[in-house]
């Protein structure tokens, strides 16, 4: 039974592409190791021994990697293959994965889920972005990461896995409208990327799965809970007043 | 008619990223919201024009392949230095992403599908 509040990072970069998917998930594995043990495989660390090294000794409930994919394959540094469909997807039995890969979703994810993995977000297309500058700075790259993110921060924070996929559609929406509104002579573009990736992307298996305990609701300002003693009391005065 | 005017000047002013954007064809050229609109306040064309927006994000897929490859066109003419489109693993220039839409490949045929999936949003903001 994979455990609890423990994540694996696999963030390879050997590339300009990879570049922004490993600075956004560096992002996404800082949040998470404020409530989560995080394993991250940073750059040349993602390899497939040490995924499946991580799997065996760290045993998590979340995992959440990226790299080079087809519907059959998923790979990790330098473009060597971890998973293909029907082999190596069974290493996911119990767990929550979020493969940020190309078109993933349209045969592994499925595979893996049918293998006995708990929920797994995929693409069923190749997941595409624009950017220009580098990834810290440039203004384009951000929407599409933050809303792949806001999966990961969303489960982090005790979230089911359909609560995580709901967010995540939110975050797209509002990017997809603050593009809209944008008049950056490529924002079409940006919007044309942002549109695909949030309708090609999927969550299969289990809606109801979390991977770390919800934080109990802190009362906002203003919705301070009124003690018990208190309430008795105003009704008291309240009833005495009636008779 | 008279009712079209009114809505798209608010779509393009709601959405100026969708305003220049090729949604269909008037007499052989391709036309923006934005050229739409202007055409419709001269009286140019305007059965046509109104059947464009009716149809848009519906067209027949001939139509989409010259639409996605003006609307790349467009793109690669504009002043400013262009973004590149990455996939994992991989990117691609604006012109490379044309000429794969003119080959009308593997790559090229994705990039039609995503520009089908823009047009089909600006169809319903439209709407």
Known sequence: ?243 | MAFKIPKLTSFISANPALADVPIGYVKGIAITPRQALAMLQRGEAVKEVVAVLSAAGMDPIQQDWKLVEDYYIKLLQLPSSPPTIYVIGEEMTLSEALSHIQQRDLIGQQLLRSYQGLTREMARRMR
């Open chain 1, 1 to 243: 039974m994979p455990r609890e509040n423990v994540a694996l990072f696999a963030r390879p970069s050997f590339d300009r592409a990879t570049a922004y998917s490993n600075y956004y998930m560096g992002l996404a594995a800082a949040y998470a190791s404020r409530k989560m043990r995080v394993i991250d495989l940073d750059k040349s660390a993602a390899t497939k021994s040490n995924i499946f090294a991580s799997l065996e000794e760290n045993d998590p409930i979340f995992c959440y990697f990226n790299g080079h994919g087809n519907a059959d394959t998923f790979s990790a540094h330098d473009k060597e293959i971890v998973m293909v469909t029907c082999n190596g997807d069974e290493s996911l039995i119990g767990r929550v994965l979020l493969l940020l890969s190309c078109s993933c979703g349209i045969r592994l994810a499925p595979s893996a889920v049918s293998k006995g993995a708990t929920a797994v977000y995929g693409w069923v297309v190749d997941f595409t972005w624009v950017a220009t500058d580098d990834p810290g700075t440039d203004v384009y790259a951000a929407g599409y990461f933050e809303s792949v993110n806001a999966i990961s921060n969303a489960l982090v924070e005790g979230k089911t896995t359909q609560e995580a996929m709901d967010i995540s559609l939110a975050s797209w929406n509002q990017w997809i409208d603050y593009w809209t509104r944008s008049v950056d002579p490529y924002a079409s573009q940006v919007l044309q990327w942002l549109i695909h990736d949030r309708d090609g992307q999927k969550l299969f298996g289990s809606t109801s799965a979390r991977v770390s305990t919800p934080a109990p609701p802190t009362p906002d300002v203003g919705e301070i809970p009124v003690p018990l003693p208190f309430m008795t009391g105003y009704s008291i005065l309240f009833l005495s007043l009636l008779l």
